[in-house]
């Protein structure tokens, strides 16, 4: 700065020192407050078995290093993926993952108490993001009490609005369940909203048109688990429902059925009576009792089961009163135990499990159930063959099915071509619907696609346990990073919903979707730095960014 000659000593000393101040108060402004943002690691799902999340992994992935942070996407097996968000050491940042919609979760409790409740945030339990909120839980614990069906979803409404909120995870999207099978083989499939169809209904419904009576059915992930207290994915259940038994089945219009239960009896809000059905035997030969139905819910109770923890922590007790009859003695009111507790849990046979020494590491691989299949044979990572069971008391239209594992959906493709497989049991990958929708009159005219809306969602999850995602302003500002239209109208070709922040019961769910909730579902980020800038996060001179000060 140059001074008249005429300007006074004492003046220029003035407005020196008035610079020196402003430029050491940027220089202070300019420093960071806090720690440096940790790096990031995005577990994110293989190409093959999820080409949609990878690809929003590695886009979220770009989109974090441009606000300063350190990120990589970290592509992981699905069983792996598993243990890892479920295991004791929860040595992880963030992941991508989704929820199936199967029938029972029409009932909003699993969204709303089982993977977002504190209670269930302990390692091996559904709340993988840690979110911990006593208000919420308040909410989650009233709307199970809650009987009055109107009254309850008034309570399910606010806690979506609360999560939207809070931000505990990114819903990413919901993707339609646009599957096929082999029209020329069989008939009468319907594809069951959330679930496809190959679901738990299609052995009593699907009409062979031909001789051939086994029904192949590809997959694209392996079937983690044979053991029903260990398995948490529905490519697991998919398989072990039909081979073990549960006291009451869904039906496609969601009216719960009486199945191994031949009947039930609210006495009281509290206490449930159920009936067994009578001359069931388990496939080894041995009858079914109430001794195994105690026995079962008890042992997934005393193995602190966490999959299943949030619908069997209701239970206060369980009795058998007579020969035929459970007592289920509930700690309070439970609004859906007979749609959500009673419909599965599986029946184990007690002479079989009582003996085992670690039941929830125990490898099954001959799974002895009552259900309408038994097991022919298991390799992990090729097939799982099973047979109808010809003492089950409905029997179904199939003499059995073969569920068959592919390395990528490339390989499911020309298999249903060639007819060597006769349904998918996943959504297919949108350019696979395109093609067999350009080659019906062709080469793929044997094939019939059908679609269905789907509740479940794809996700990014949050470990809240760790910084930055304990820090609510980040959650929210992440959830400005991700680009909802380029999944649906890129990656999807839209076949599918948009998600957004805190999104937990979907519009497709009409009843229980609370359509005034405020979730962050727009791409914007530059909201995204003023959202950290607001809540004092803050850049050093290489554009890294810092944590607020604590």
Request: proline share 6%; net charge negative; aromatic share 10%.
């Amino acid at each position: 700065m140059k001074f008249s000659k005429r300007t006074p000593p004492v003046v220029r000393l003035l407005i020196c020192t008035a610079l020196l101040i402003t430029l050491m108060g940027q220089v202070v402004l300019a420093a960071p407050a806090g720690e440096k943002v940790p790096a990031i690691t995005i577990l994110s799902s293989l190409p093959e078995a999820n080409m949609v999340n990878y690809e929003m992994s590695q886009e979220a992935v770009e989109e974090l290093r441009k606000l300063g942070v350190e990120a990589t996407a970290q592509p992981t097996d699905f069983a792996v993926l598993l243990d890892i968000i479920y295991g004791e050491a929860s040595d992880y940042d963030a992941y991508t993952i989704g929820w199936s919609g199967r029938i029972e979760r029409l009932d909003p409790d699993m969204f709303i108490h089982s993977i977002n409740h504190s209670d269930n945030a302990l390692p091996g339990g559904n709340n993988t993001n840690r979110y911990r909120n006593p208000e919420f839980d308040a909410l989650a614990d009233a709307q199970r009490r809650e009987m009055d069906i109107n009254k309850r979803r008034e309570i399910v409404f606010e806690a979506q609005k609360m999560l939207a909120e809070d931000v505990p995870h990114v819903t990413l999207y919901s993707r339609a369940t646009i599957q096929t099978y082999n029209k020329d083989k069989f008939t009468d499939v319907l594809n069951l909203p959330g679930e496809g169809v190959f679901n738990e209904w299609t052995p009593f419904q699907v009409k062979p048109l031909t001789e051939d009576k086994i029904l192949k059915v590809a997959s694209n992930v392996n079937i983690d688990d044979m053991n029903p207290l260990s398995s948490k994915s529905v490519y697991g259940w998919r398989n072990l429902r039909l081979i073990y038994d549960k006291l009451v089945r869904l039906s496609p219009e969601t009216q719960p059925q009486p199945w191994a239960a031949e009947s039930w009896d609210v006495v009281a809000d509290d206490v449930v009576d159920v009936v067994l059905r009578s001359g069931m035997t388990f496939h080894d030969g041995k009858p079914v009792t109430v001794e195994d139905v105690k026995f079962s819910y008890e042992l997934f109770i005393n193995e602190k089961n966490e999959y299943f923890g949030s619908f069997l922590s209701p239970i206060k007790s369980i009795e058998i009163t007579d020969e035929n009859t459970v007592r289920f003695n509930l700690k309070e009111p439970y609004a859906p135990f007979i749609t959500n507790t009673l419909a599965q849990i599986p029946i184990l046979p007690k002479h079989v499990w009582e003996g085992i020494e670690n039941p929830t590491t125990y490898p099954n691989l001959e799974a002895i159930g009552s259900g309408p299949f038994k097991v022919e044979h298991f390799r992990t990572g090729e097939e799982l063959a099973v047979s109808r069971f010809e003492d089950y008391f409905q029997q179904p239209l199939i003499d059995g099915y073969i569920f068959q594992i592919f390395a990528a959906p490339e390989g499911v493709l020309t298999a249903l071509e060639l007819g060597t497989v006769d349904m998918v049991s996943y959504d297919l990958v949108p350019a696979h619907t395109n093609l067999i929708k350009e080659n019906a009159g062709g080469k793929y005219s044997h094939l019939e696609l059908t679609e269905a809306p789907d509740i479940g969602f794809f996700y990014l999850g949050f470990n809240i346990d760790r910084a930055p995602f304990n820090n609510k302003a980040f959650r929210i500002a992440f959830a400005h990073i991700v680009d909802y239209d380029l999944a649906i109208d890129v990656h999807l070709d839209g076949y599918g919903a948009r998600g957004g922040g805190g999104l937990v019961i979907v519009e497709a769910n009409e009843f229980w979707h609370n359509p005034e909730v405020p979730v962050y579902d727009k791409y914007d980020p530059d909201r995204a730095k003023e959202i950290l800038e607001e809540a004092g996060f803050t850049w050093d001179s290489a554009g890294n960014l810092y944590m607020p000060a604590e």
